[in-house]
């Protein structure tokens, strides 16, 4: 009745933006992601007949009302699935910093579906498991696996052809993925309304669609090569197009600060200089950046000396979902 | 055979993003303009028989080759409207300095279309001026009025019916347009080529003609009704639709530095704070700054504390093209 799990958060090549169905987490398009090794969650599920209620505790603390209502809704799922009534105990350590600039609901919703279900001995495959995860955070179905990622968006409204597989193992082709930190706080737009007002209101939203398609499989085609230079140029034009789609919500979104921009041109003057770095940007300020590991020093060095950078993070791919 | 016209530049507030002819400069779409009281050209023209080439004279000083081909090249459609083969020293004094984060081209268009077309006794009215200073520089077709110009796109392959007009004069409607200098130097990709390339590549383009055209309403609706608030929210999220467009490109285009980042941010917190201020950013990365005249000084001082800004110039609705 009780197991425990650890998911590495993940980072989108190909970004996921904007939802057909809110309930289910089915996204409008397919996007591509790659786990990373350095950002996790550690998630111990137990469910007992002695409970009348959920508990979740977070970083040895309880989880706030909010925070806490989510895993409790996503337990939910999880009960109907097992046909079960009982009651969890969910203790997490997420080791998400938000200094990294990453968000911690892809490798926690992974963590906690695949721990949930194996302490109600569900025997889900690995596919089940990312439909699972998918169903407490879009991008966690993702993090399911380790390496290069792939989820594909499905076209049926059950969500049964939603899910993630892997593309390449996070042994098979090392890049550097240098996470800058520019600003901290909360966001003024989460992703969920900003992705929403997006496809609701976007003239753009529709461009977006048109091209994501293509872009996944230039980006699929240039991960089979080793192609890093081609799947920057890809990764890059991607996240500037996610970006521009907000742009046009009404009223507009604007998640880039003054230091998002110095990076992004920083990374296209050291392409100017000969060295082989891309950037992407989630839906905040800060900024993930590509390169090869031959350079990953330079580059970070390079991006310590901004002003606007209070922090770097070096990562690399990493593995797929484990029991402990 | 000679004439003097002094014209003003201008700004868009629904911009202008696309040719339909790159020969005519016909548009795209319609825009919407006020012309600025502080930058302007004055130009003389001096048709002569002992002249056996063109001579342009900016600031006192022989222009550049590529600055110069496009100034004979418009009196060659001027010549061509006129009968004549006659040559022309073209001096130029133009009064929108760098520094100010403007482009000279409309300005030195109208002027120059202005007193050669004066020059030589074409007695053109405004439409037709319009329609001639717009085969210089799109823009320019603004500038030959003053206060709040519309320019109609237009239907015709030949471009009689794209012409600018005015909806208010500059007495009518007091404004104030404050100018903020964040970077100088050349752009990367002018603006002739950035809305070229935005035109053939962006997956964008479609939807921002889709919408403009309903801001154009909305934004002439407004002054109509003297409404600032919404006009300027208008302008701010046309503004921001534009440069979206661009990100879309390929490759893409990003005009934006740090620096425009930190102002357009600026702004948006002074709304929070109660003053109403919008800002709008053409094809470059320096921004002007919408607020009314009572609270000018107090968005002038507050500007001016911005580490990224290196200079703001107060501007207000000014005159159309005249002669001296």
Known sequence: ????????????????????????????????????????????????????????????????????????????????????????????????????????????????????????????????LSILARQG??????????????????????????????????????ISILSCLVASGQKQVSSREGMKRTALTSPFY??????????LERAKEAIRLRDFESLGKIVEANALKMHATMLGAEPPILYWQSGTMEVMHHIQNLRLSGISAYFTIDAGPNVKVLCLPEDEQRVYESLLTLPSVQNVIICHPGAGVSYL
């Open 1 to 128: 009745m009780k197991a425990t799990a650890k998911a590495n958060t993940n980072i989108a090549l190909i970004k996921y933006w904007g939802k057909r169905d809110e309930e289910l987490f089915l996204p409008m398009n397919s996007s591509l992601s790659i786990t990373l090794d350095s950002f996790y969650t550690i998630t111990n599920v137990e469910f007992s007949r002695n409970l009348n209620k959920d508990i979740f505790m977070l970083n040895n603390h309880q989880a706030s009302e909010s925070e806490s209502n989510k895993v409790f809704r996503f337990l939910d799922k999880i009960r109907k699935l097992a046909g079960t009534h009982l009651h969890a105990v969910v203790t997490s350590e997420n080791k998400v910093p938000t200094a990294a600039g990453f968000a911690s609901s892809a490798s926690g919703f992974a963590a906690l579906a695949a721990a949930a279900a194996k302490a109600l001995n569900l025997e889900l495959d690995e596919r089940e």
């Open 137 to 174: 955070s879009g991008s966690a179905c993702r993090s399911i696996y380790g390496g290069y990622v792939e989820w594909q968006r499905g076209e049926r409204a059950d969500g049964k052809d939603s899910y993630a597989k892997q593309l390449l193992s996070e042994r098979d082709w090392n």
């Open 206 to 215: 529709s461009g977006w669609l048109n091209t994501v398609e293509k872009d």
